[in-house]
């Protein structure tokens, strides 16, 4: 809308109901505009005869933004219940991250997640009702991964599509490209929409370790799950790029608060260099926290060399995200080879947080430090160096020291 130059003119513009006075309209007017643009307005209206002063605008705009917070009453809101997609795990109308290490398989795990809705048999709403897939791929192949990988699973290929770097024009860029995969949903009436990895969609210039820039790219997505009632999946891993190991902890931190389910998924401590893993809800806004296993087999897909990784849910587990933390912190020790004990109980614990998107139980943390032959006291004194704060959840501030 074109800045007002008269308020007198803009209610005569045919902007204002019938009922509102000149100077009232402008101050409505007023009250939809940003600081800059508002200044701008202020600056070139003429205030006709005095009846309408730059004092009567920023009282009519504080006016009109109080109204547009208005709220509406609790009796007012339609109930709904909670749908799953896969019950317990990931719910039908919100965005849902799939969180673990590289290389251990979790794009195996949405290839299986994929082909069970495509063939109705994920236990949950749509039992018995195949439906349509959306893979996003900015990292692994269709013709070499993707396809083989939901041919092992068994999915039914005509229900899924696939975007990839082979398509006409940019991958999905967050928030900008919204609109478009909402109208490519509705089209196919899919209901399952996974993105891999999530934080490659990030616009340019949107930091994945702010948490500003991250709720701007993954808000709308979560909107759009929300007004079609579909499952987005997001895929992420530690951030292996960024030097500083704080910076790693405040970017996954980032990632938690939007997303209703958030699925830890590692090693089976019980099989840590087996074919074994566990799918822990790490974070449940609707439900109770589960787990389950999940084995990861060859199979044969015809027109492949050599075999294809397929993963089938093989039962309930009884681990829980603690201890996936502990195996996926303890698991790598390359990092910190040749350093003191106190800089690498610095490094487990920047580790564990990062994990645990910001924070980690105080006896989570001493039983990986258990895990590595780290004492409690090296620990806590770890805790102290890092700025870690907190009693039995330890936590790094907002504000990291410069």
């Known amino acids: 809308m074109p800045v007002a130059q008269d308020h007198a003119d803009y209610a005569r513009n045919g902007q204002a109901p019938e009922t509102e006075t000149p100077e009232e309209a402008f101050a409505r007017h007023l009250g939809t505009l940003d600081d800059d643009a508002f200044s701008a307005s202020v600056k070139r209206a003429r205030w006709a005869s005095g009846k309408f002063t730059p004092e ?223 799918a822990a809800v790490s974070k449940a806004n609707y439900s109770d926290k589960s787990a389950c296993k999940v084995r990861i087999s060859p199979a044969e897909v015809e027109g492949v060399k050599g075999t294809v990784p397929r993963a089938e849910v093989v039962g309930a587990s009884n681990y829980r995200d603690a201890d996936l933390l502990v195996v996926n912190a303890t698991g790598a020790h390359g990092e910190t080879k040749g350093l003191s004990k106190e800089k690498r109980a610095e490094h487990l614990l920047y580790r564990l947080l990062e994990e645990g998107g910001g924070e980690v139980e105080a006896r989570v943390a001493y039983a990986a430090g258990d895990a590595v032959e780290i004492g409690e006291a090296t620990v806590r004194r770890a805790r102290q160096e890092i700025g870690a704060e907190g009693g039995k959840v330890w936590r790094l501030p907002d504000r990291l020291p410069v």
């Open 56 to 278: 009567d605008a920023s009282a009519g705009r504080k006016a009109s933004v109080k109204r547009r917070f208005g709220g509406r009453r609790a009796s007012a809101v339609e109930r709904r219940s909670i749908e799953w997609l896969w019950n317990r795990f990931l719910p039908l109308g919100a965005l849902s991250l799939l969180y673990g290490p590289e290389g251990d398989g979790k794009s195996v795990f949405t290839a299986m997640l994929a082909a069970r809705v495509t063939l109705g048999t994920l236990p949950g709403e749509l039992e018995g009702e195949p439906a349509g897939v959306e893979i996003v791929a900015f990292e692994d192949d269709a013709e070499a991964v993707l396809r083989p990988r939901l041919e092992a699973a068994g999915a039914n290929l005509d229900l899924v599509t696939i975007h990839d770097d082979d398509e006409a024009g940019a991958l999905l860029t967050l928030p900008d490209d919204i609109e478009d995969l909402e109208g490519a949903i509705e089209e196919r009436a899919s209901r399952l929409v996974i993105v891999d990895p999530l934080p490659d969609a990030l616009r340019e210039g949107l930091k994945d370790n702010n948490n500003g820039d991250v709720r701007k790219g993954i808000v709308p997505l979560h909107r759009m799950a929300q007004r079609l009632g579909v499952a987005v999946v997001g895929v992420s891993h530690p951030n292996k790029g960024a030097t500083d190991p704080a910076n790693k902890v405040m970017g996954s931190k980032a990632w938690r608060s939007v997303p209703r389910s958030v699925i830890l998924y590692g090693r089976d401590p019980d099989d840590v260099e087996g074919a074994t893993r566990i």
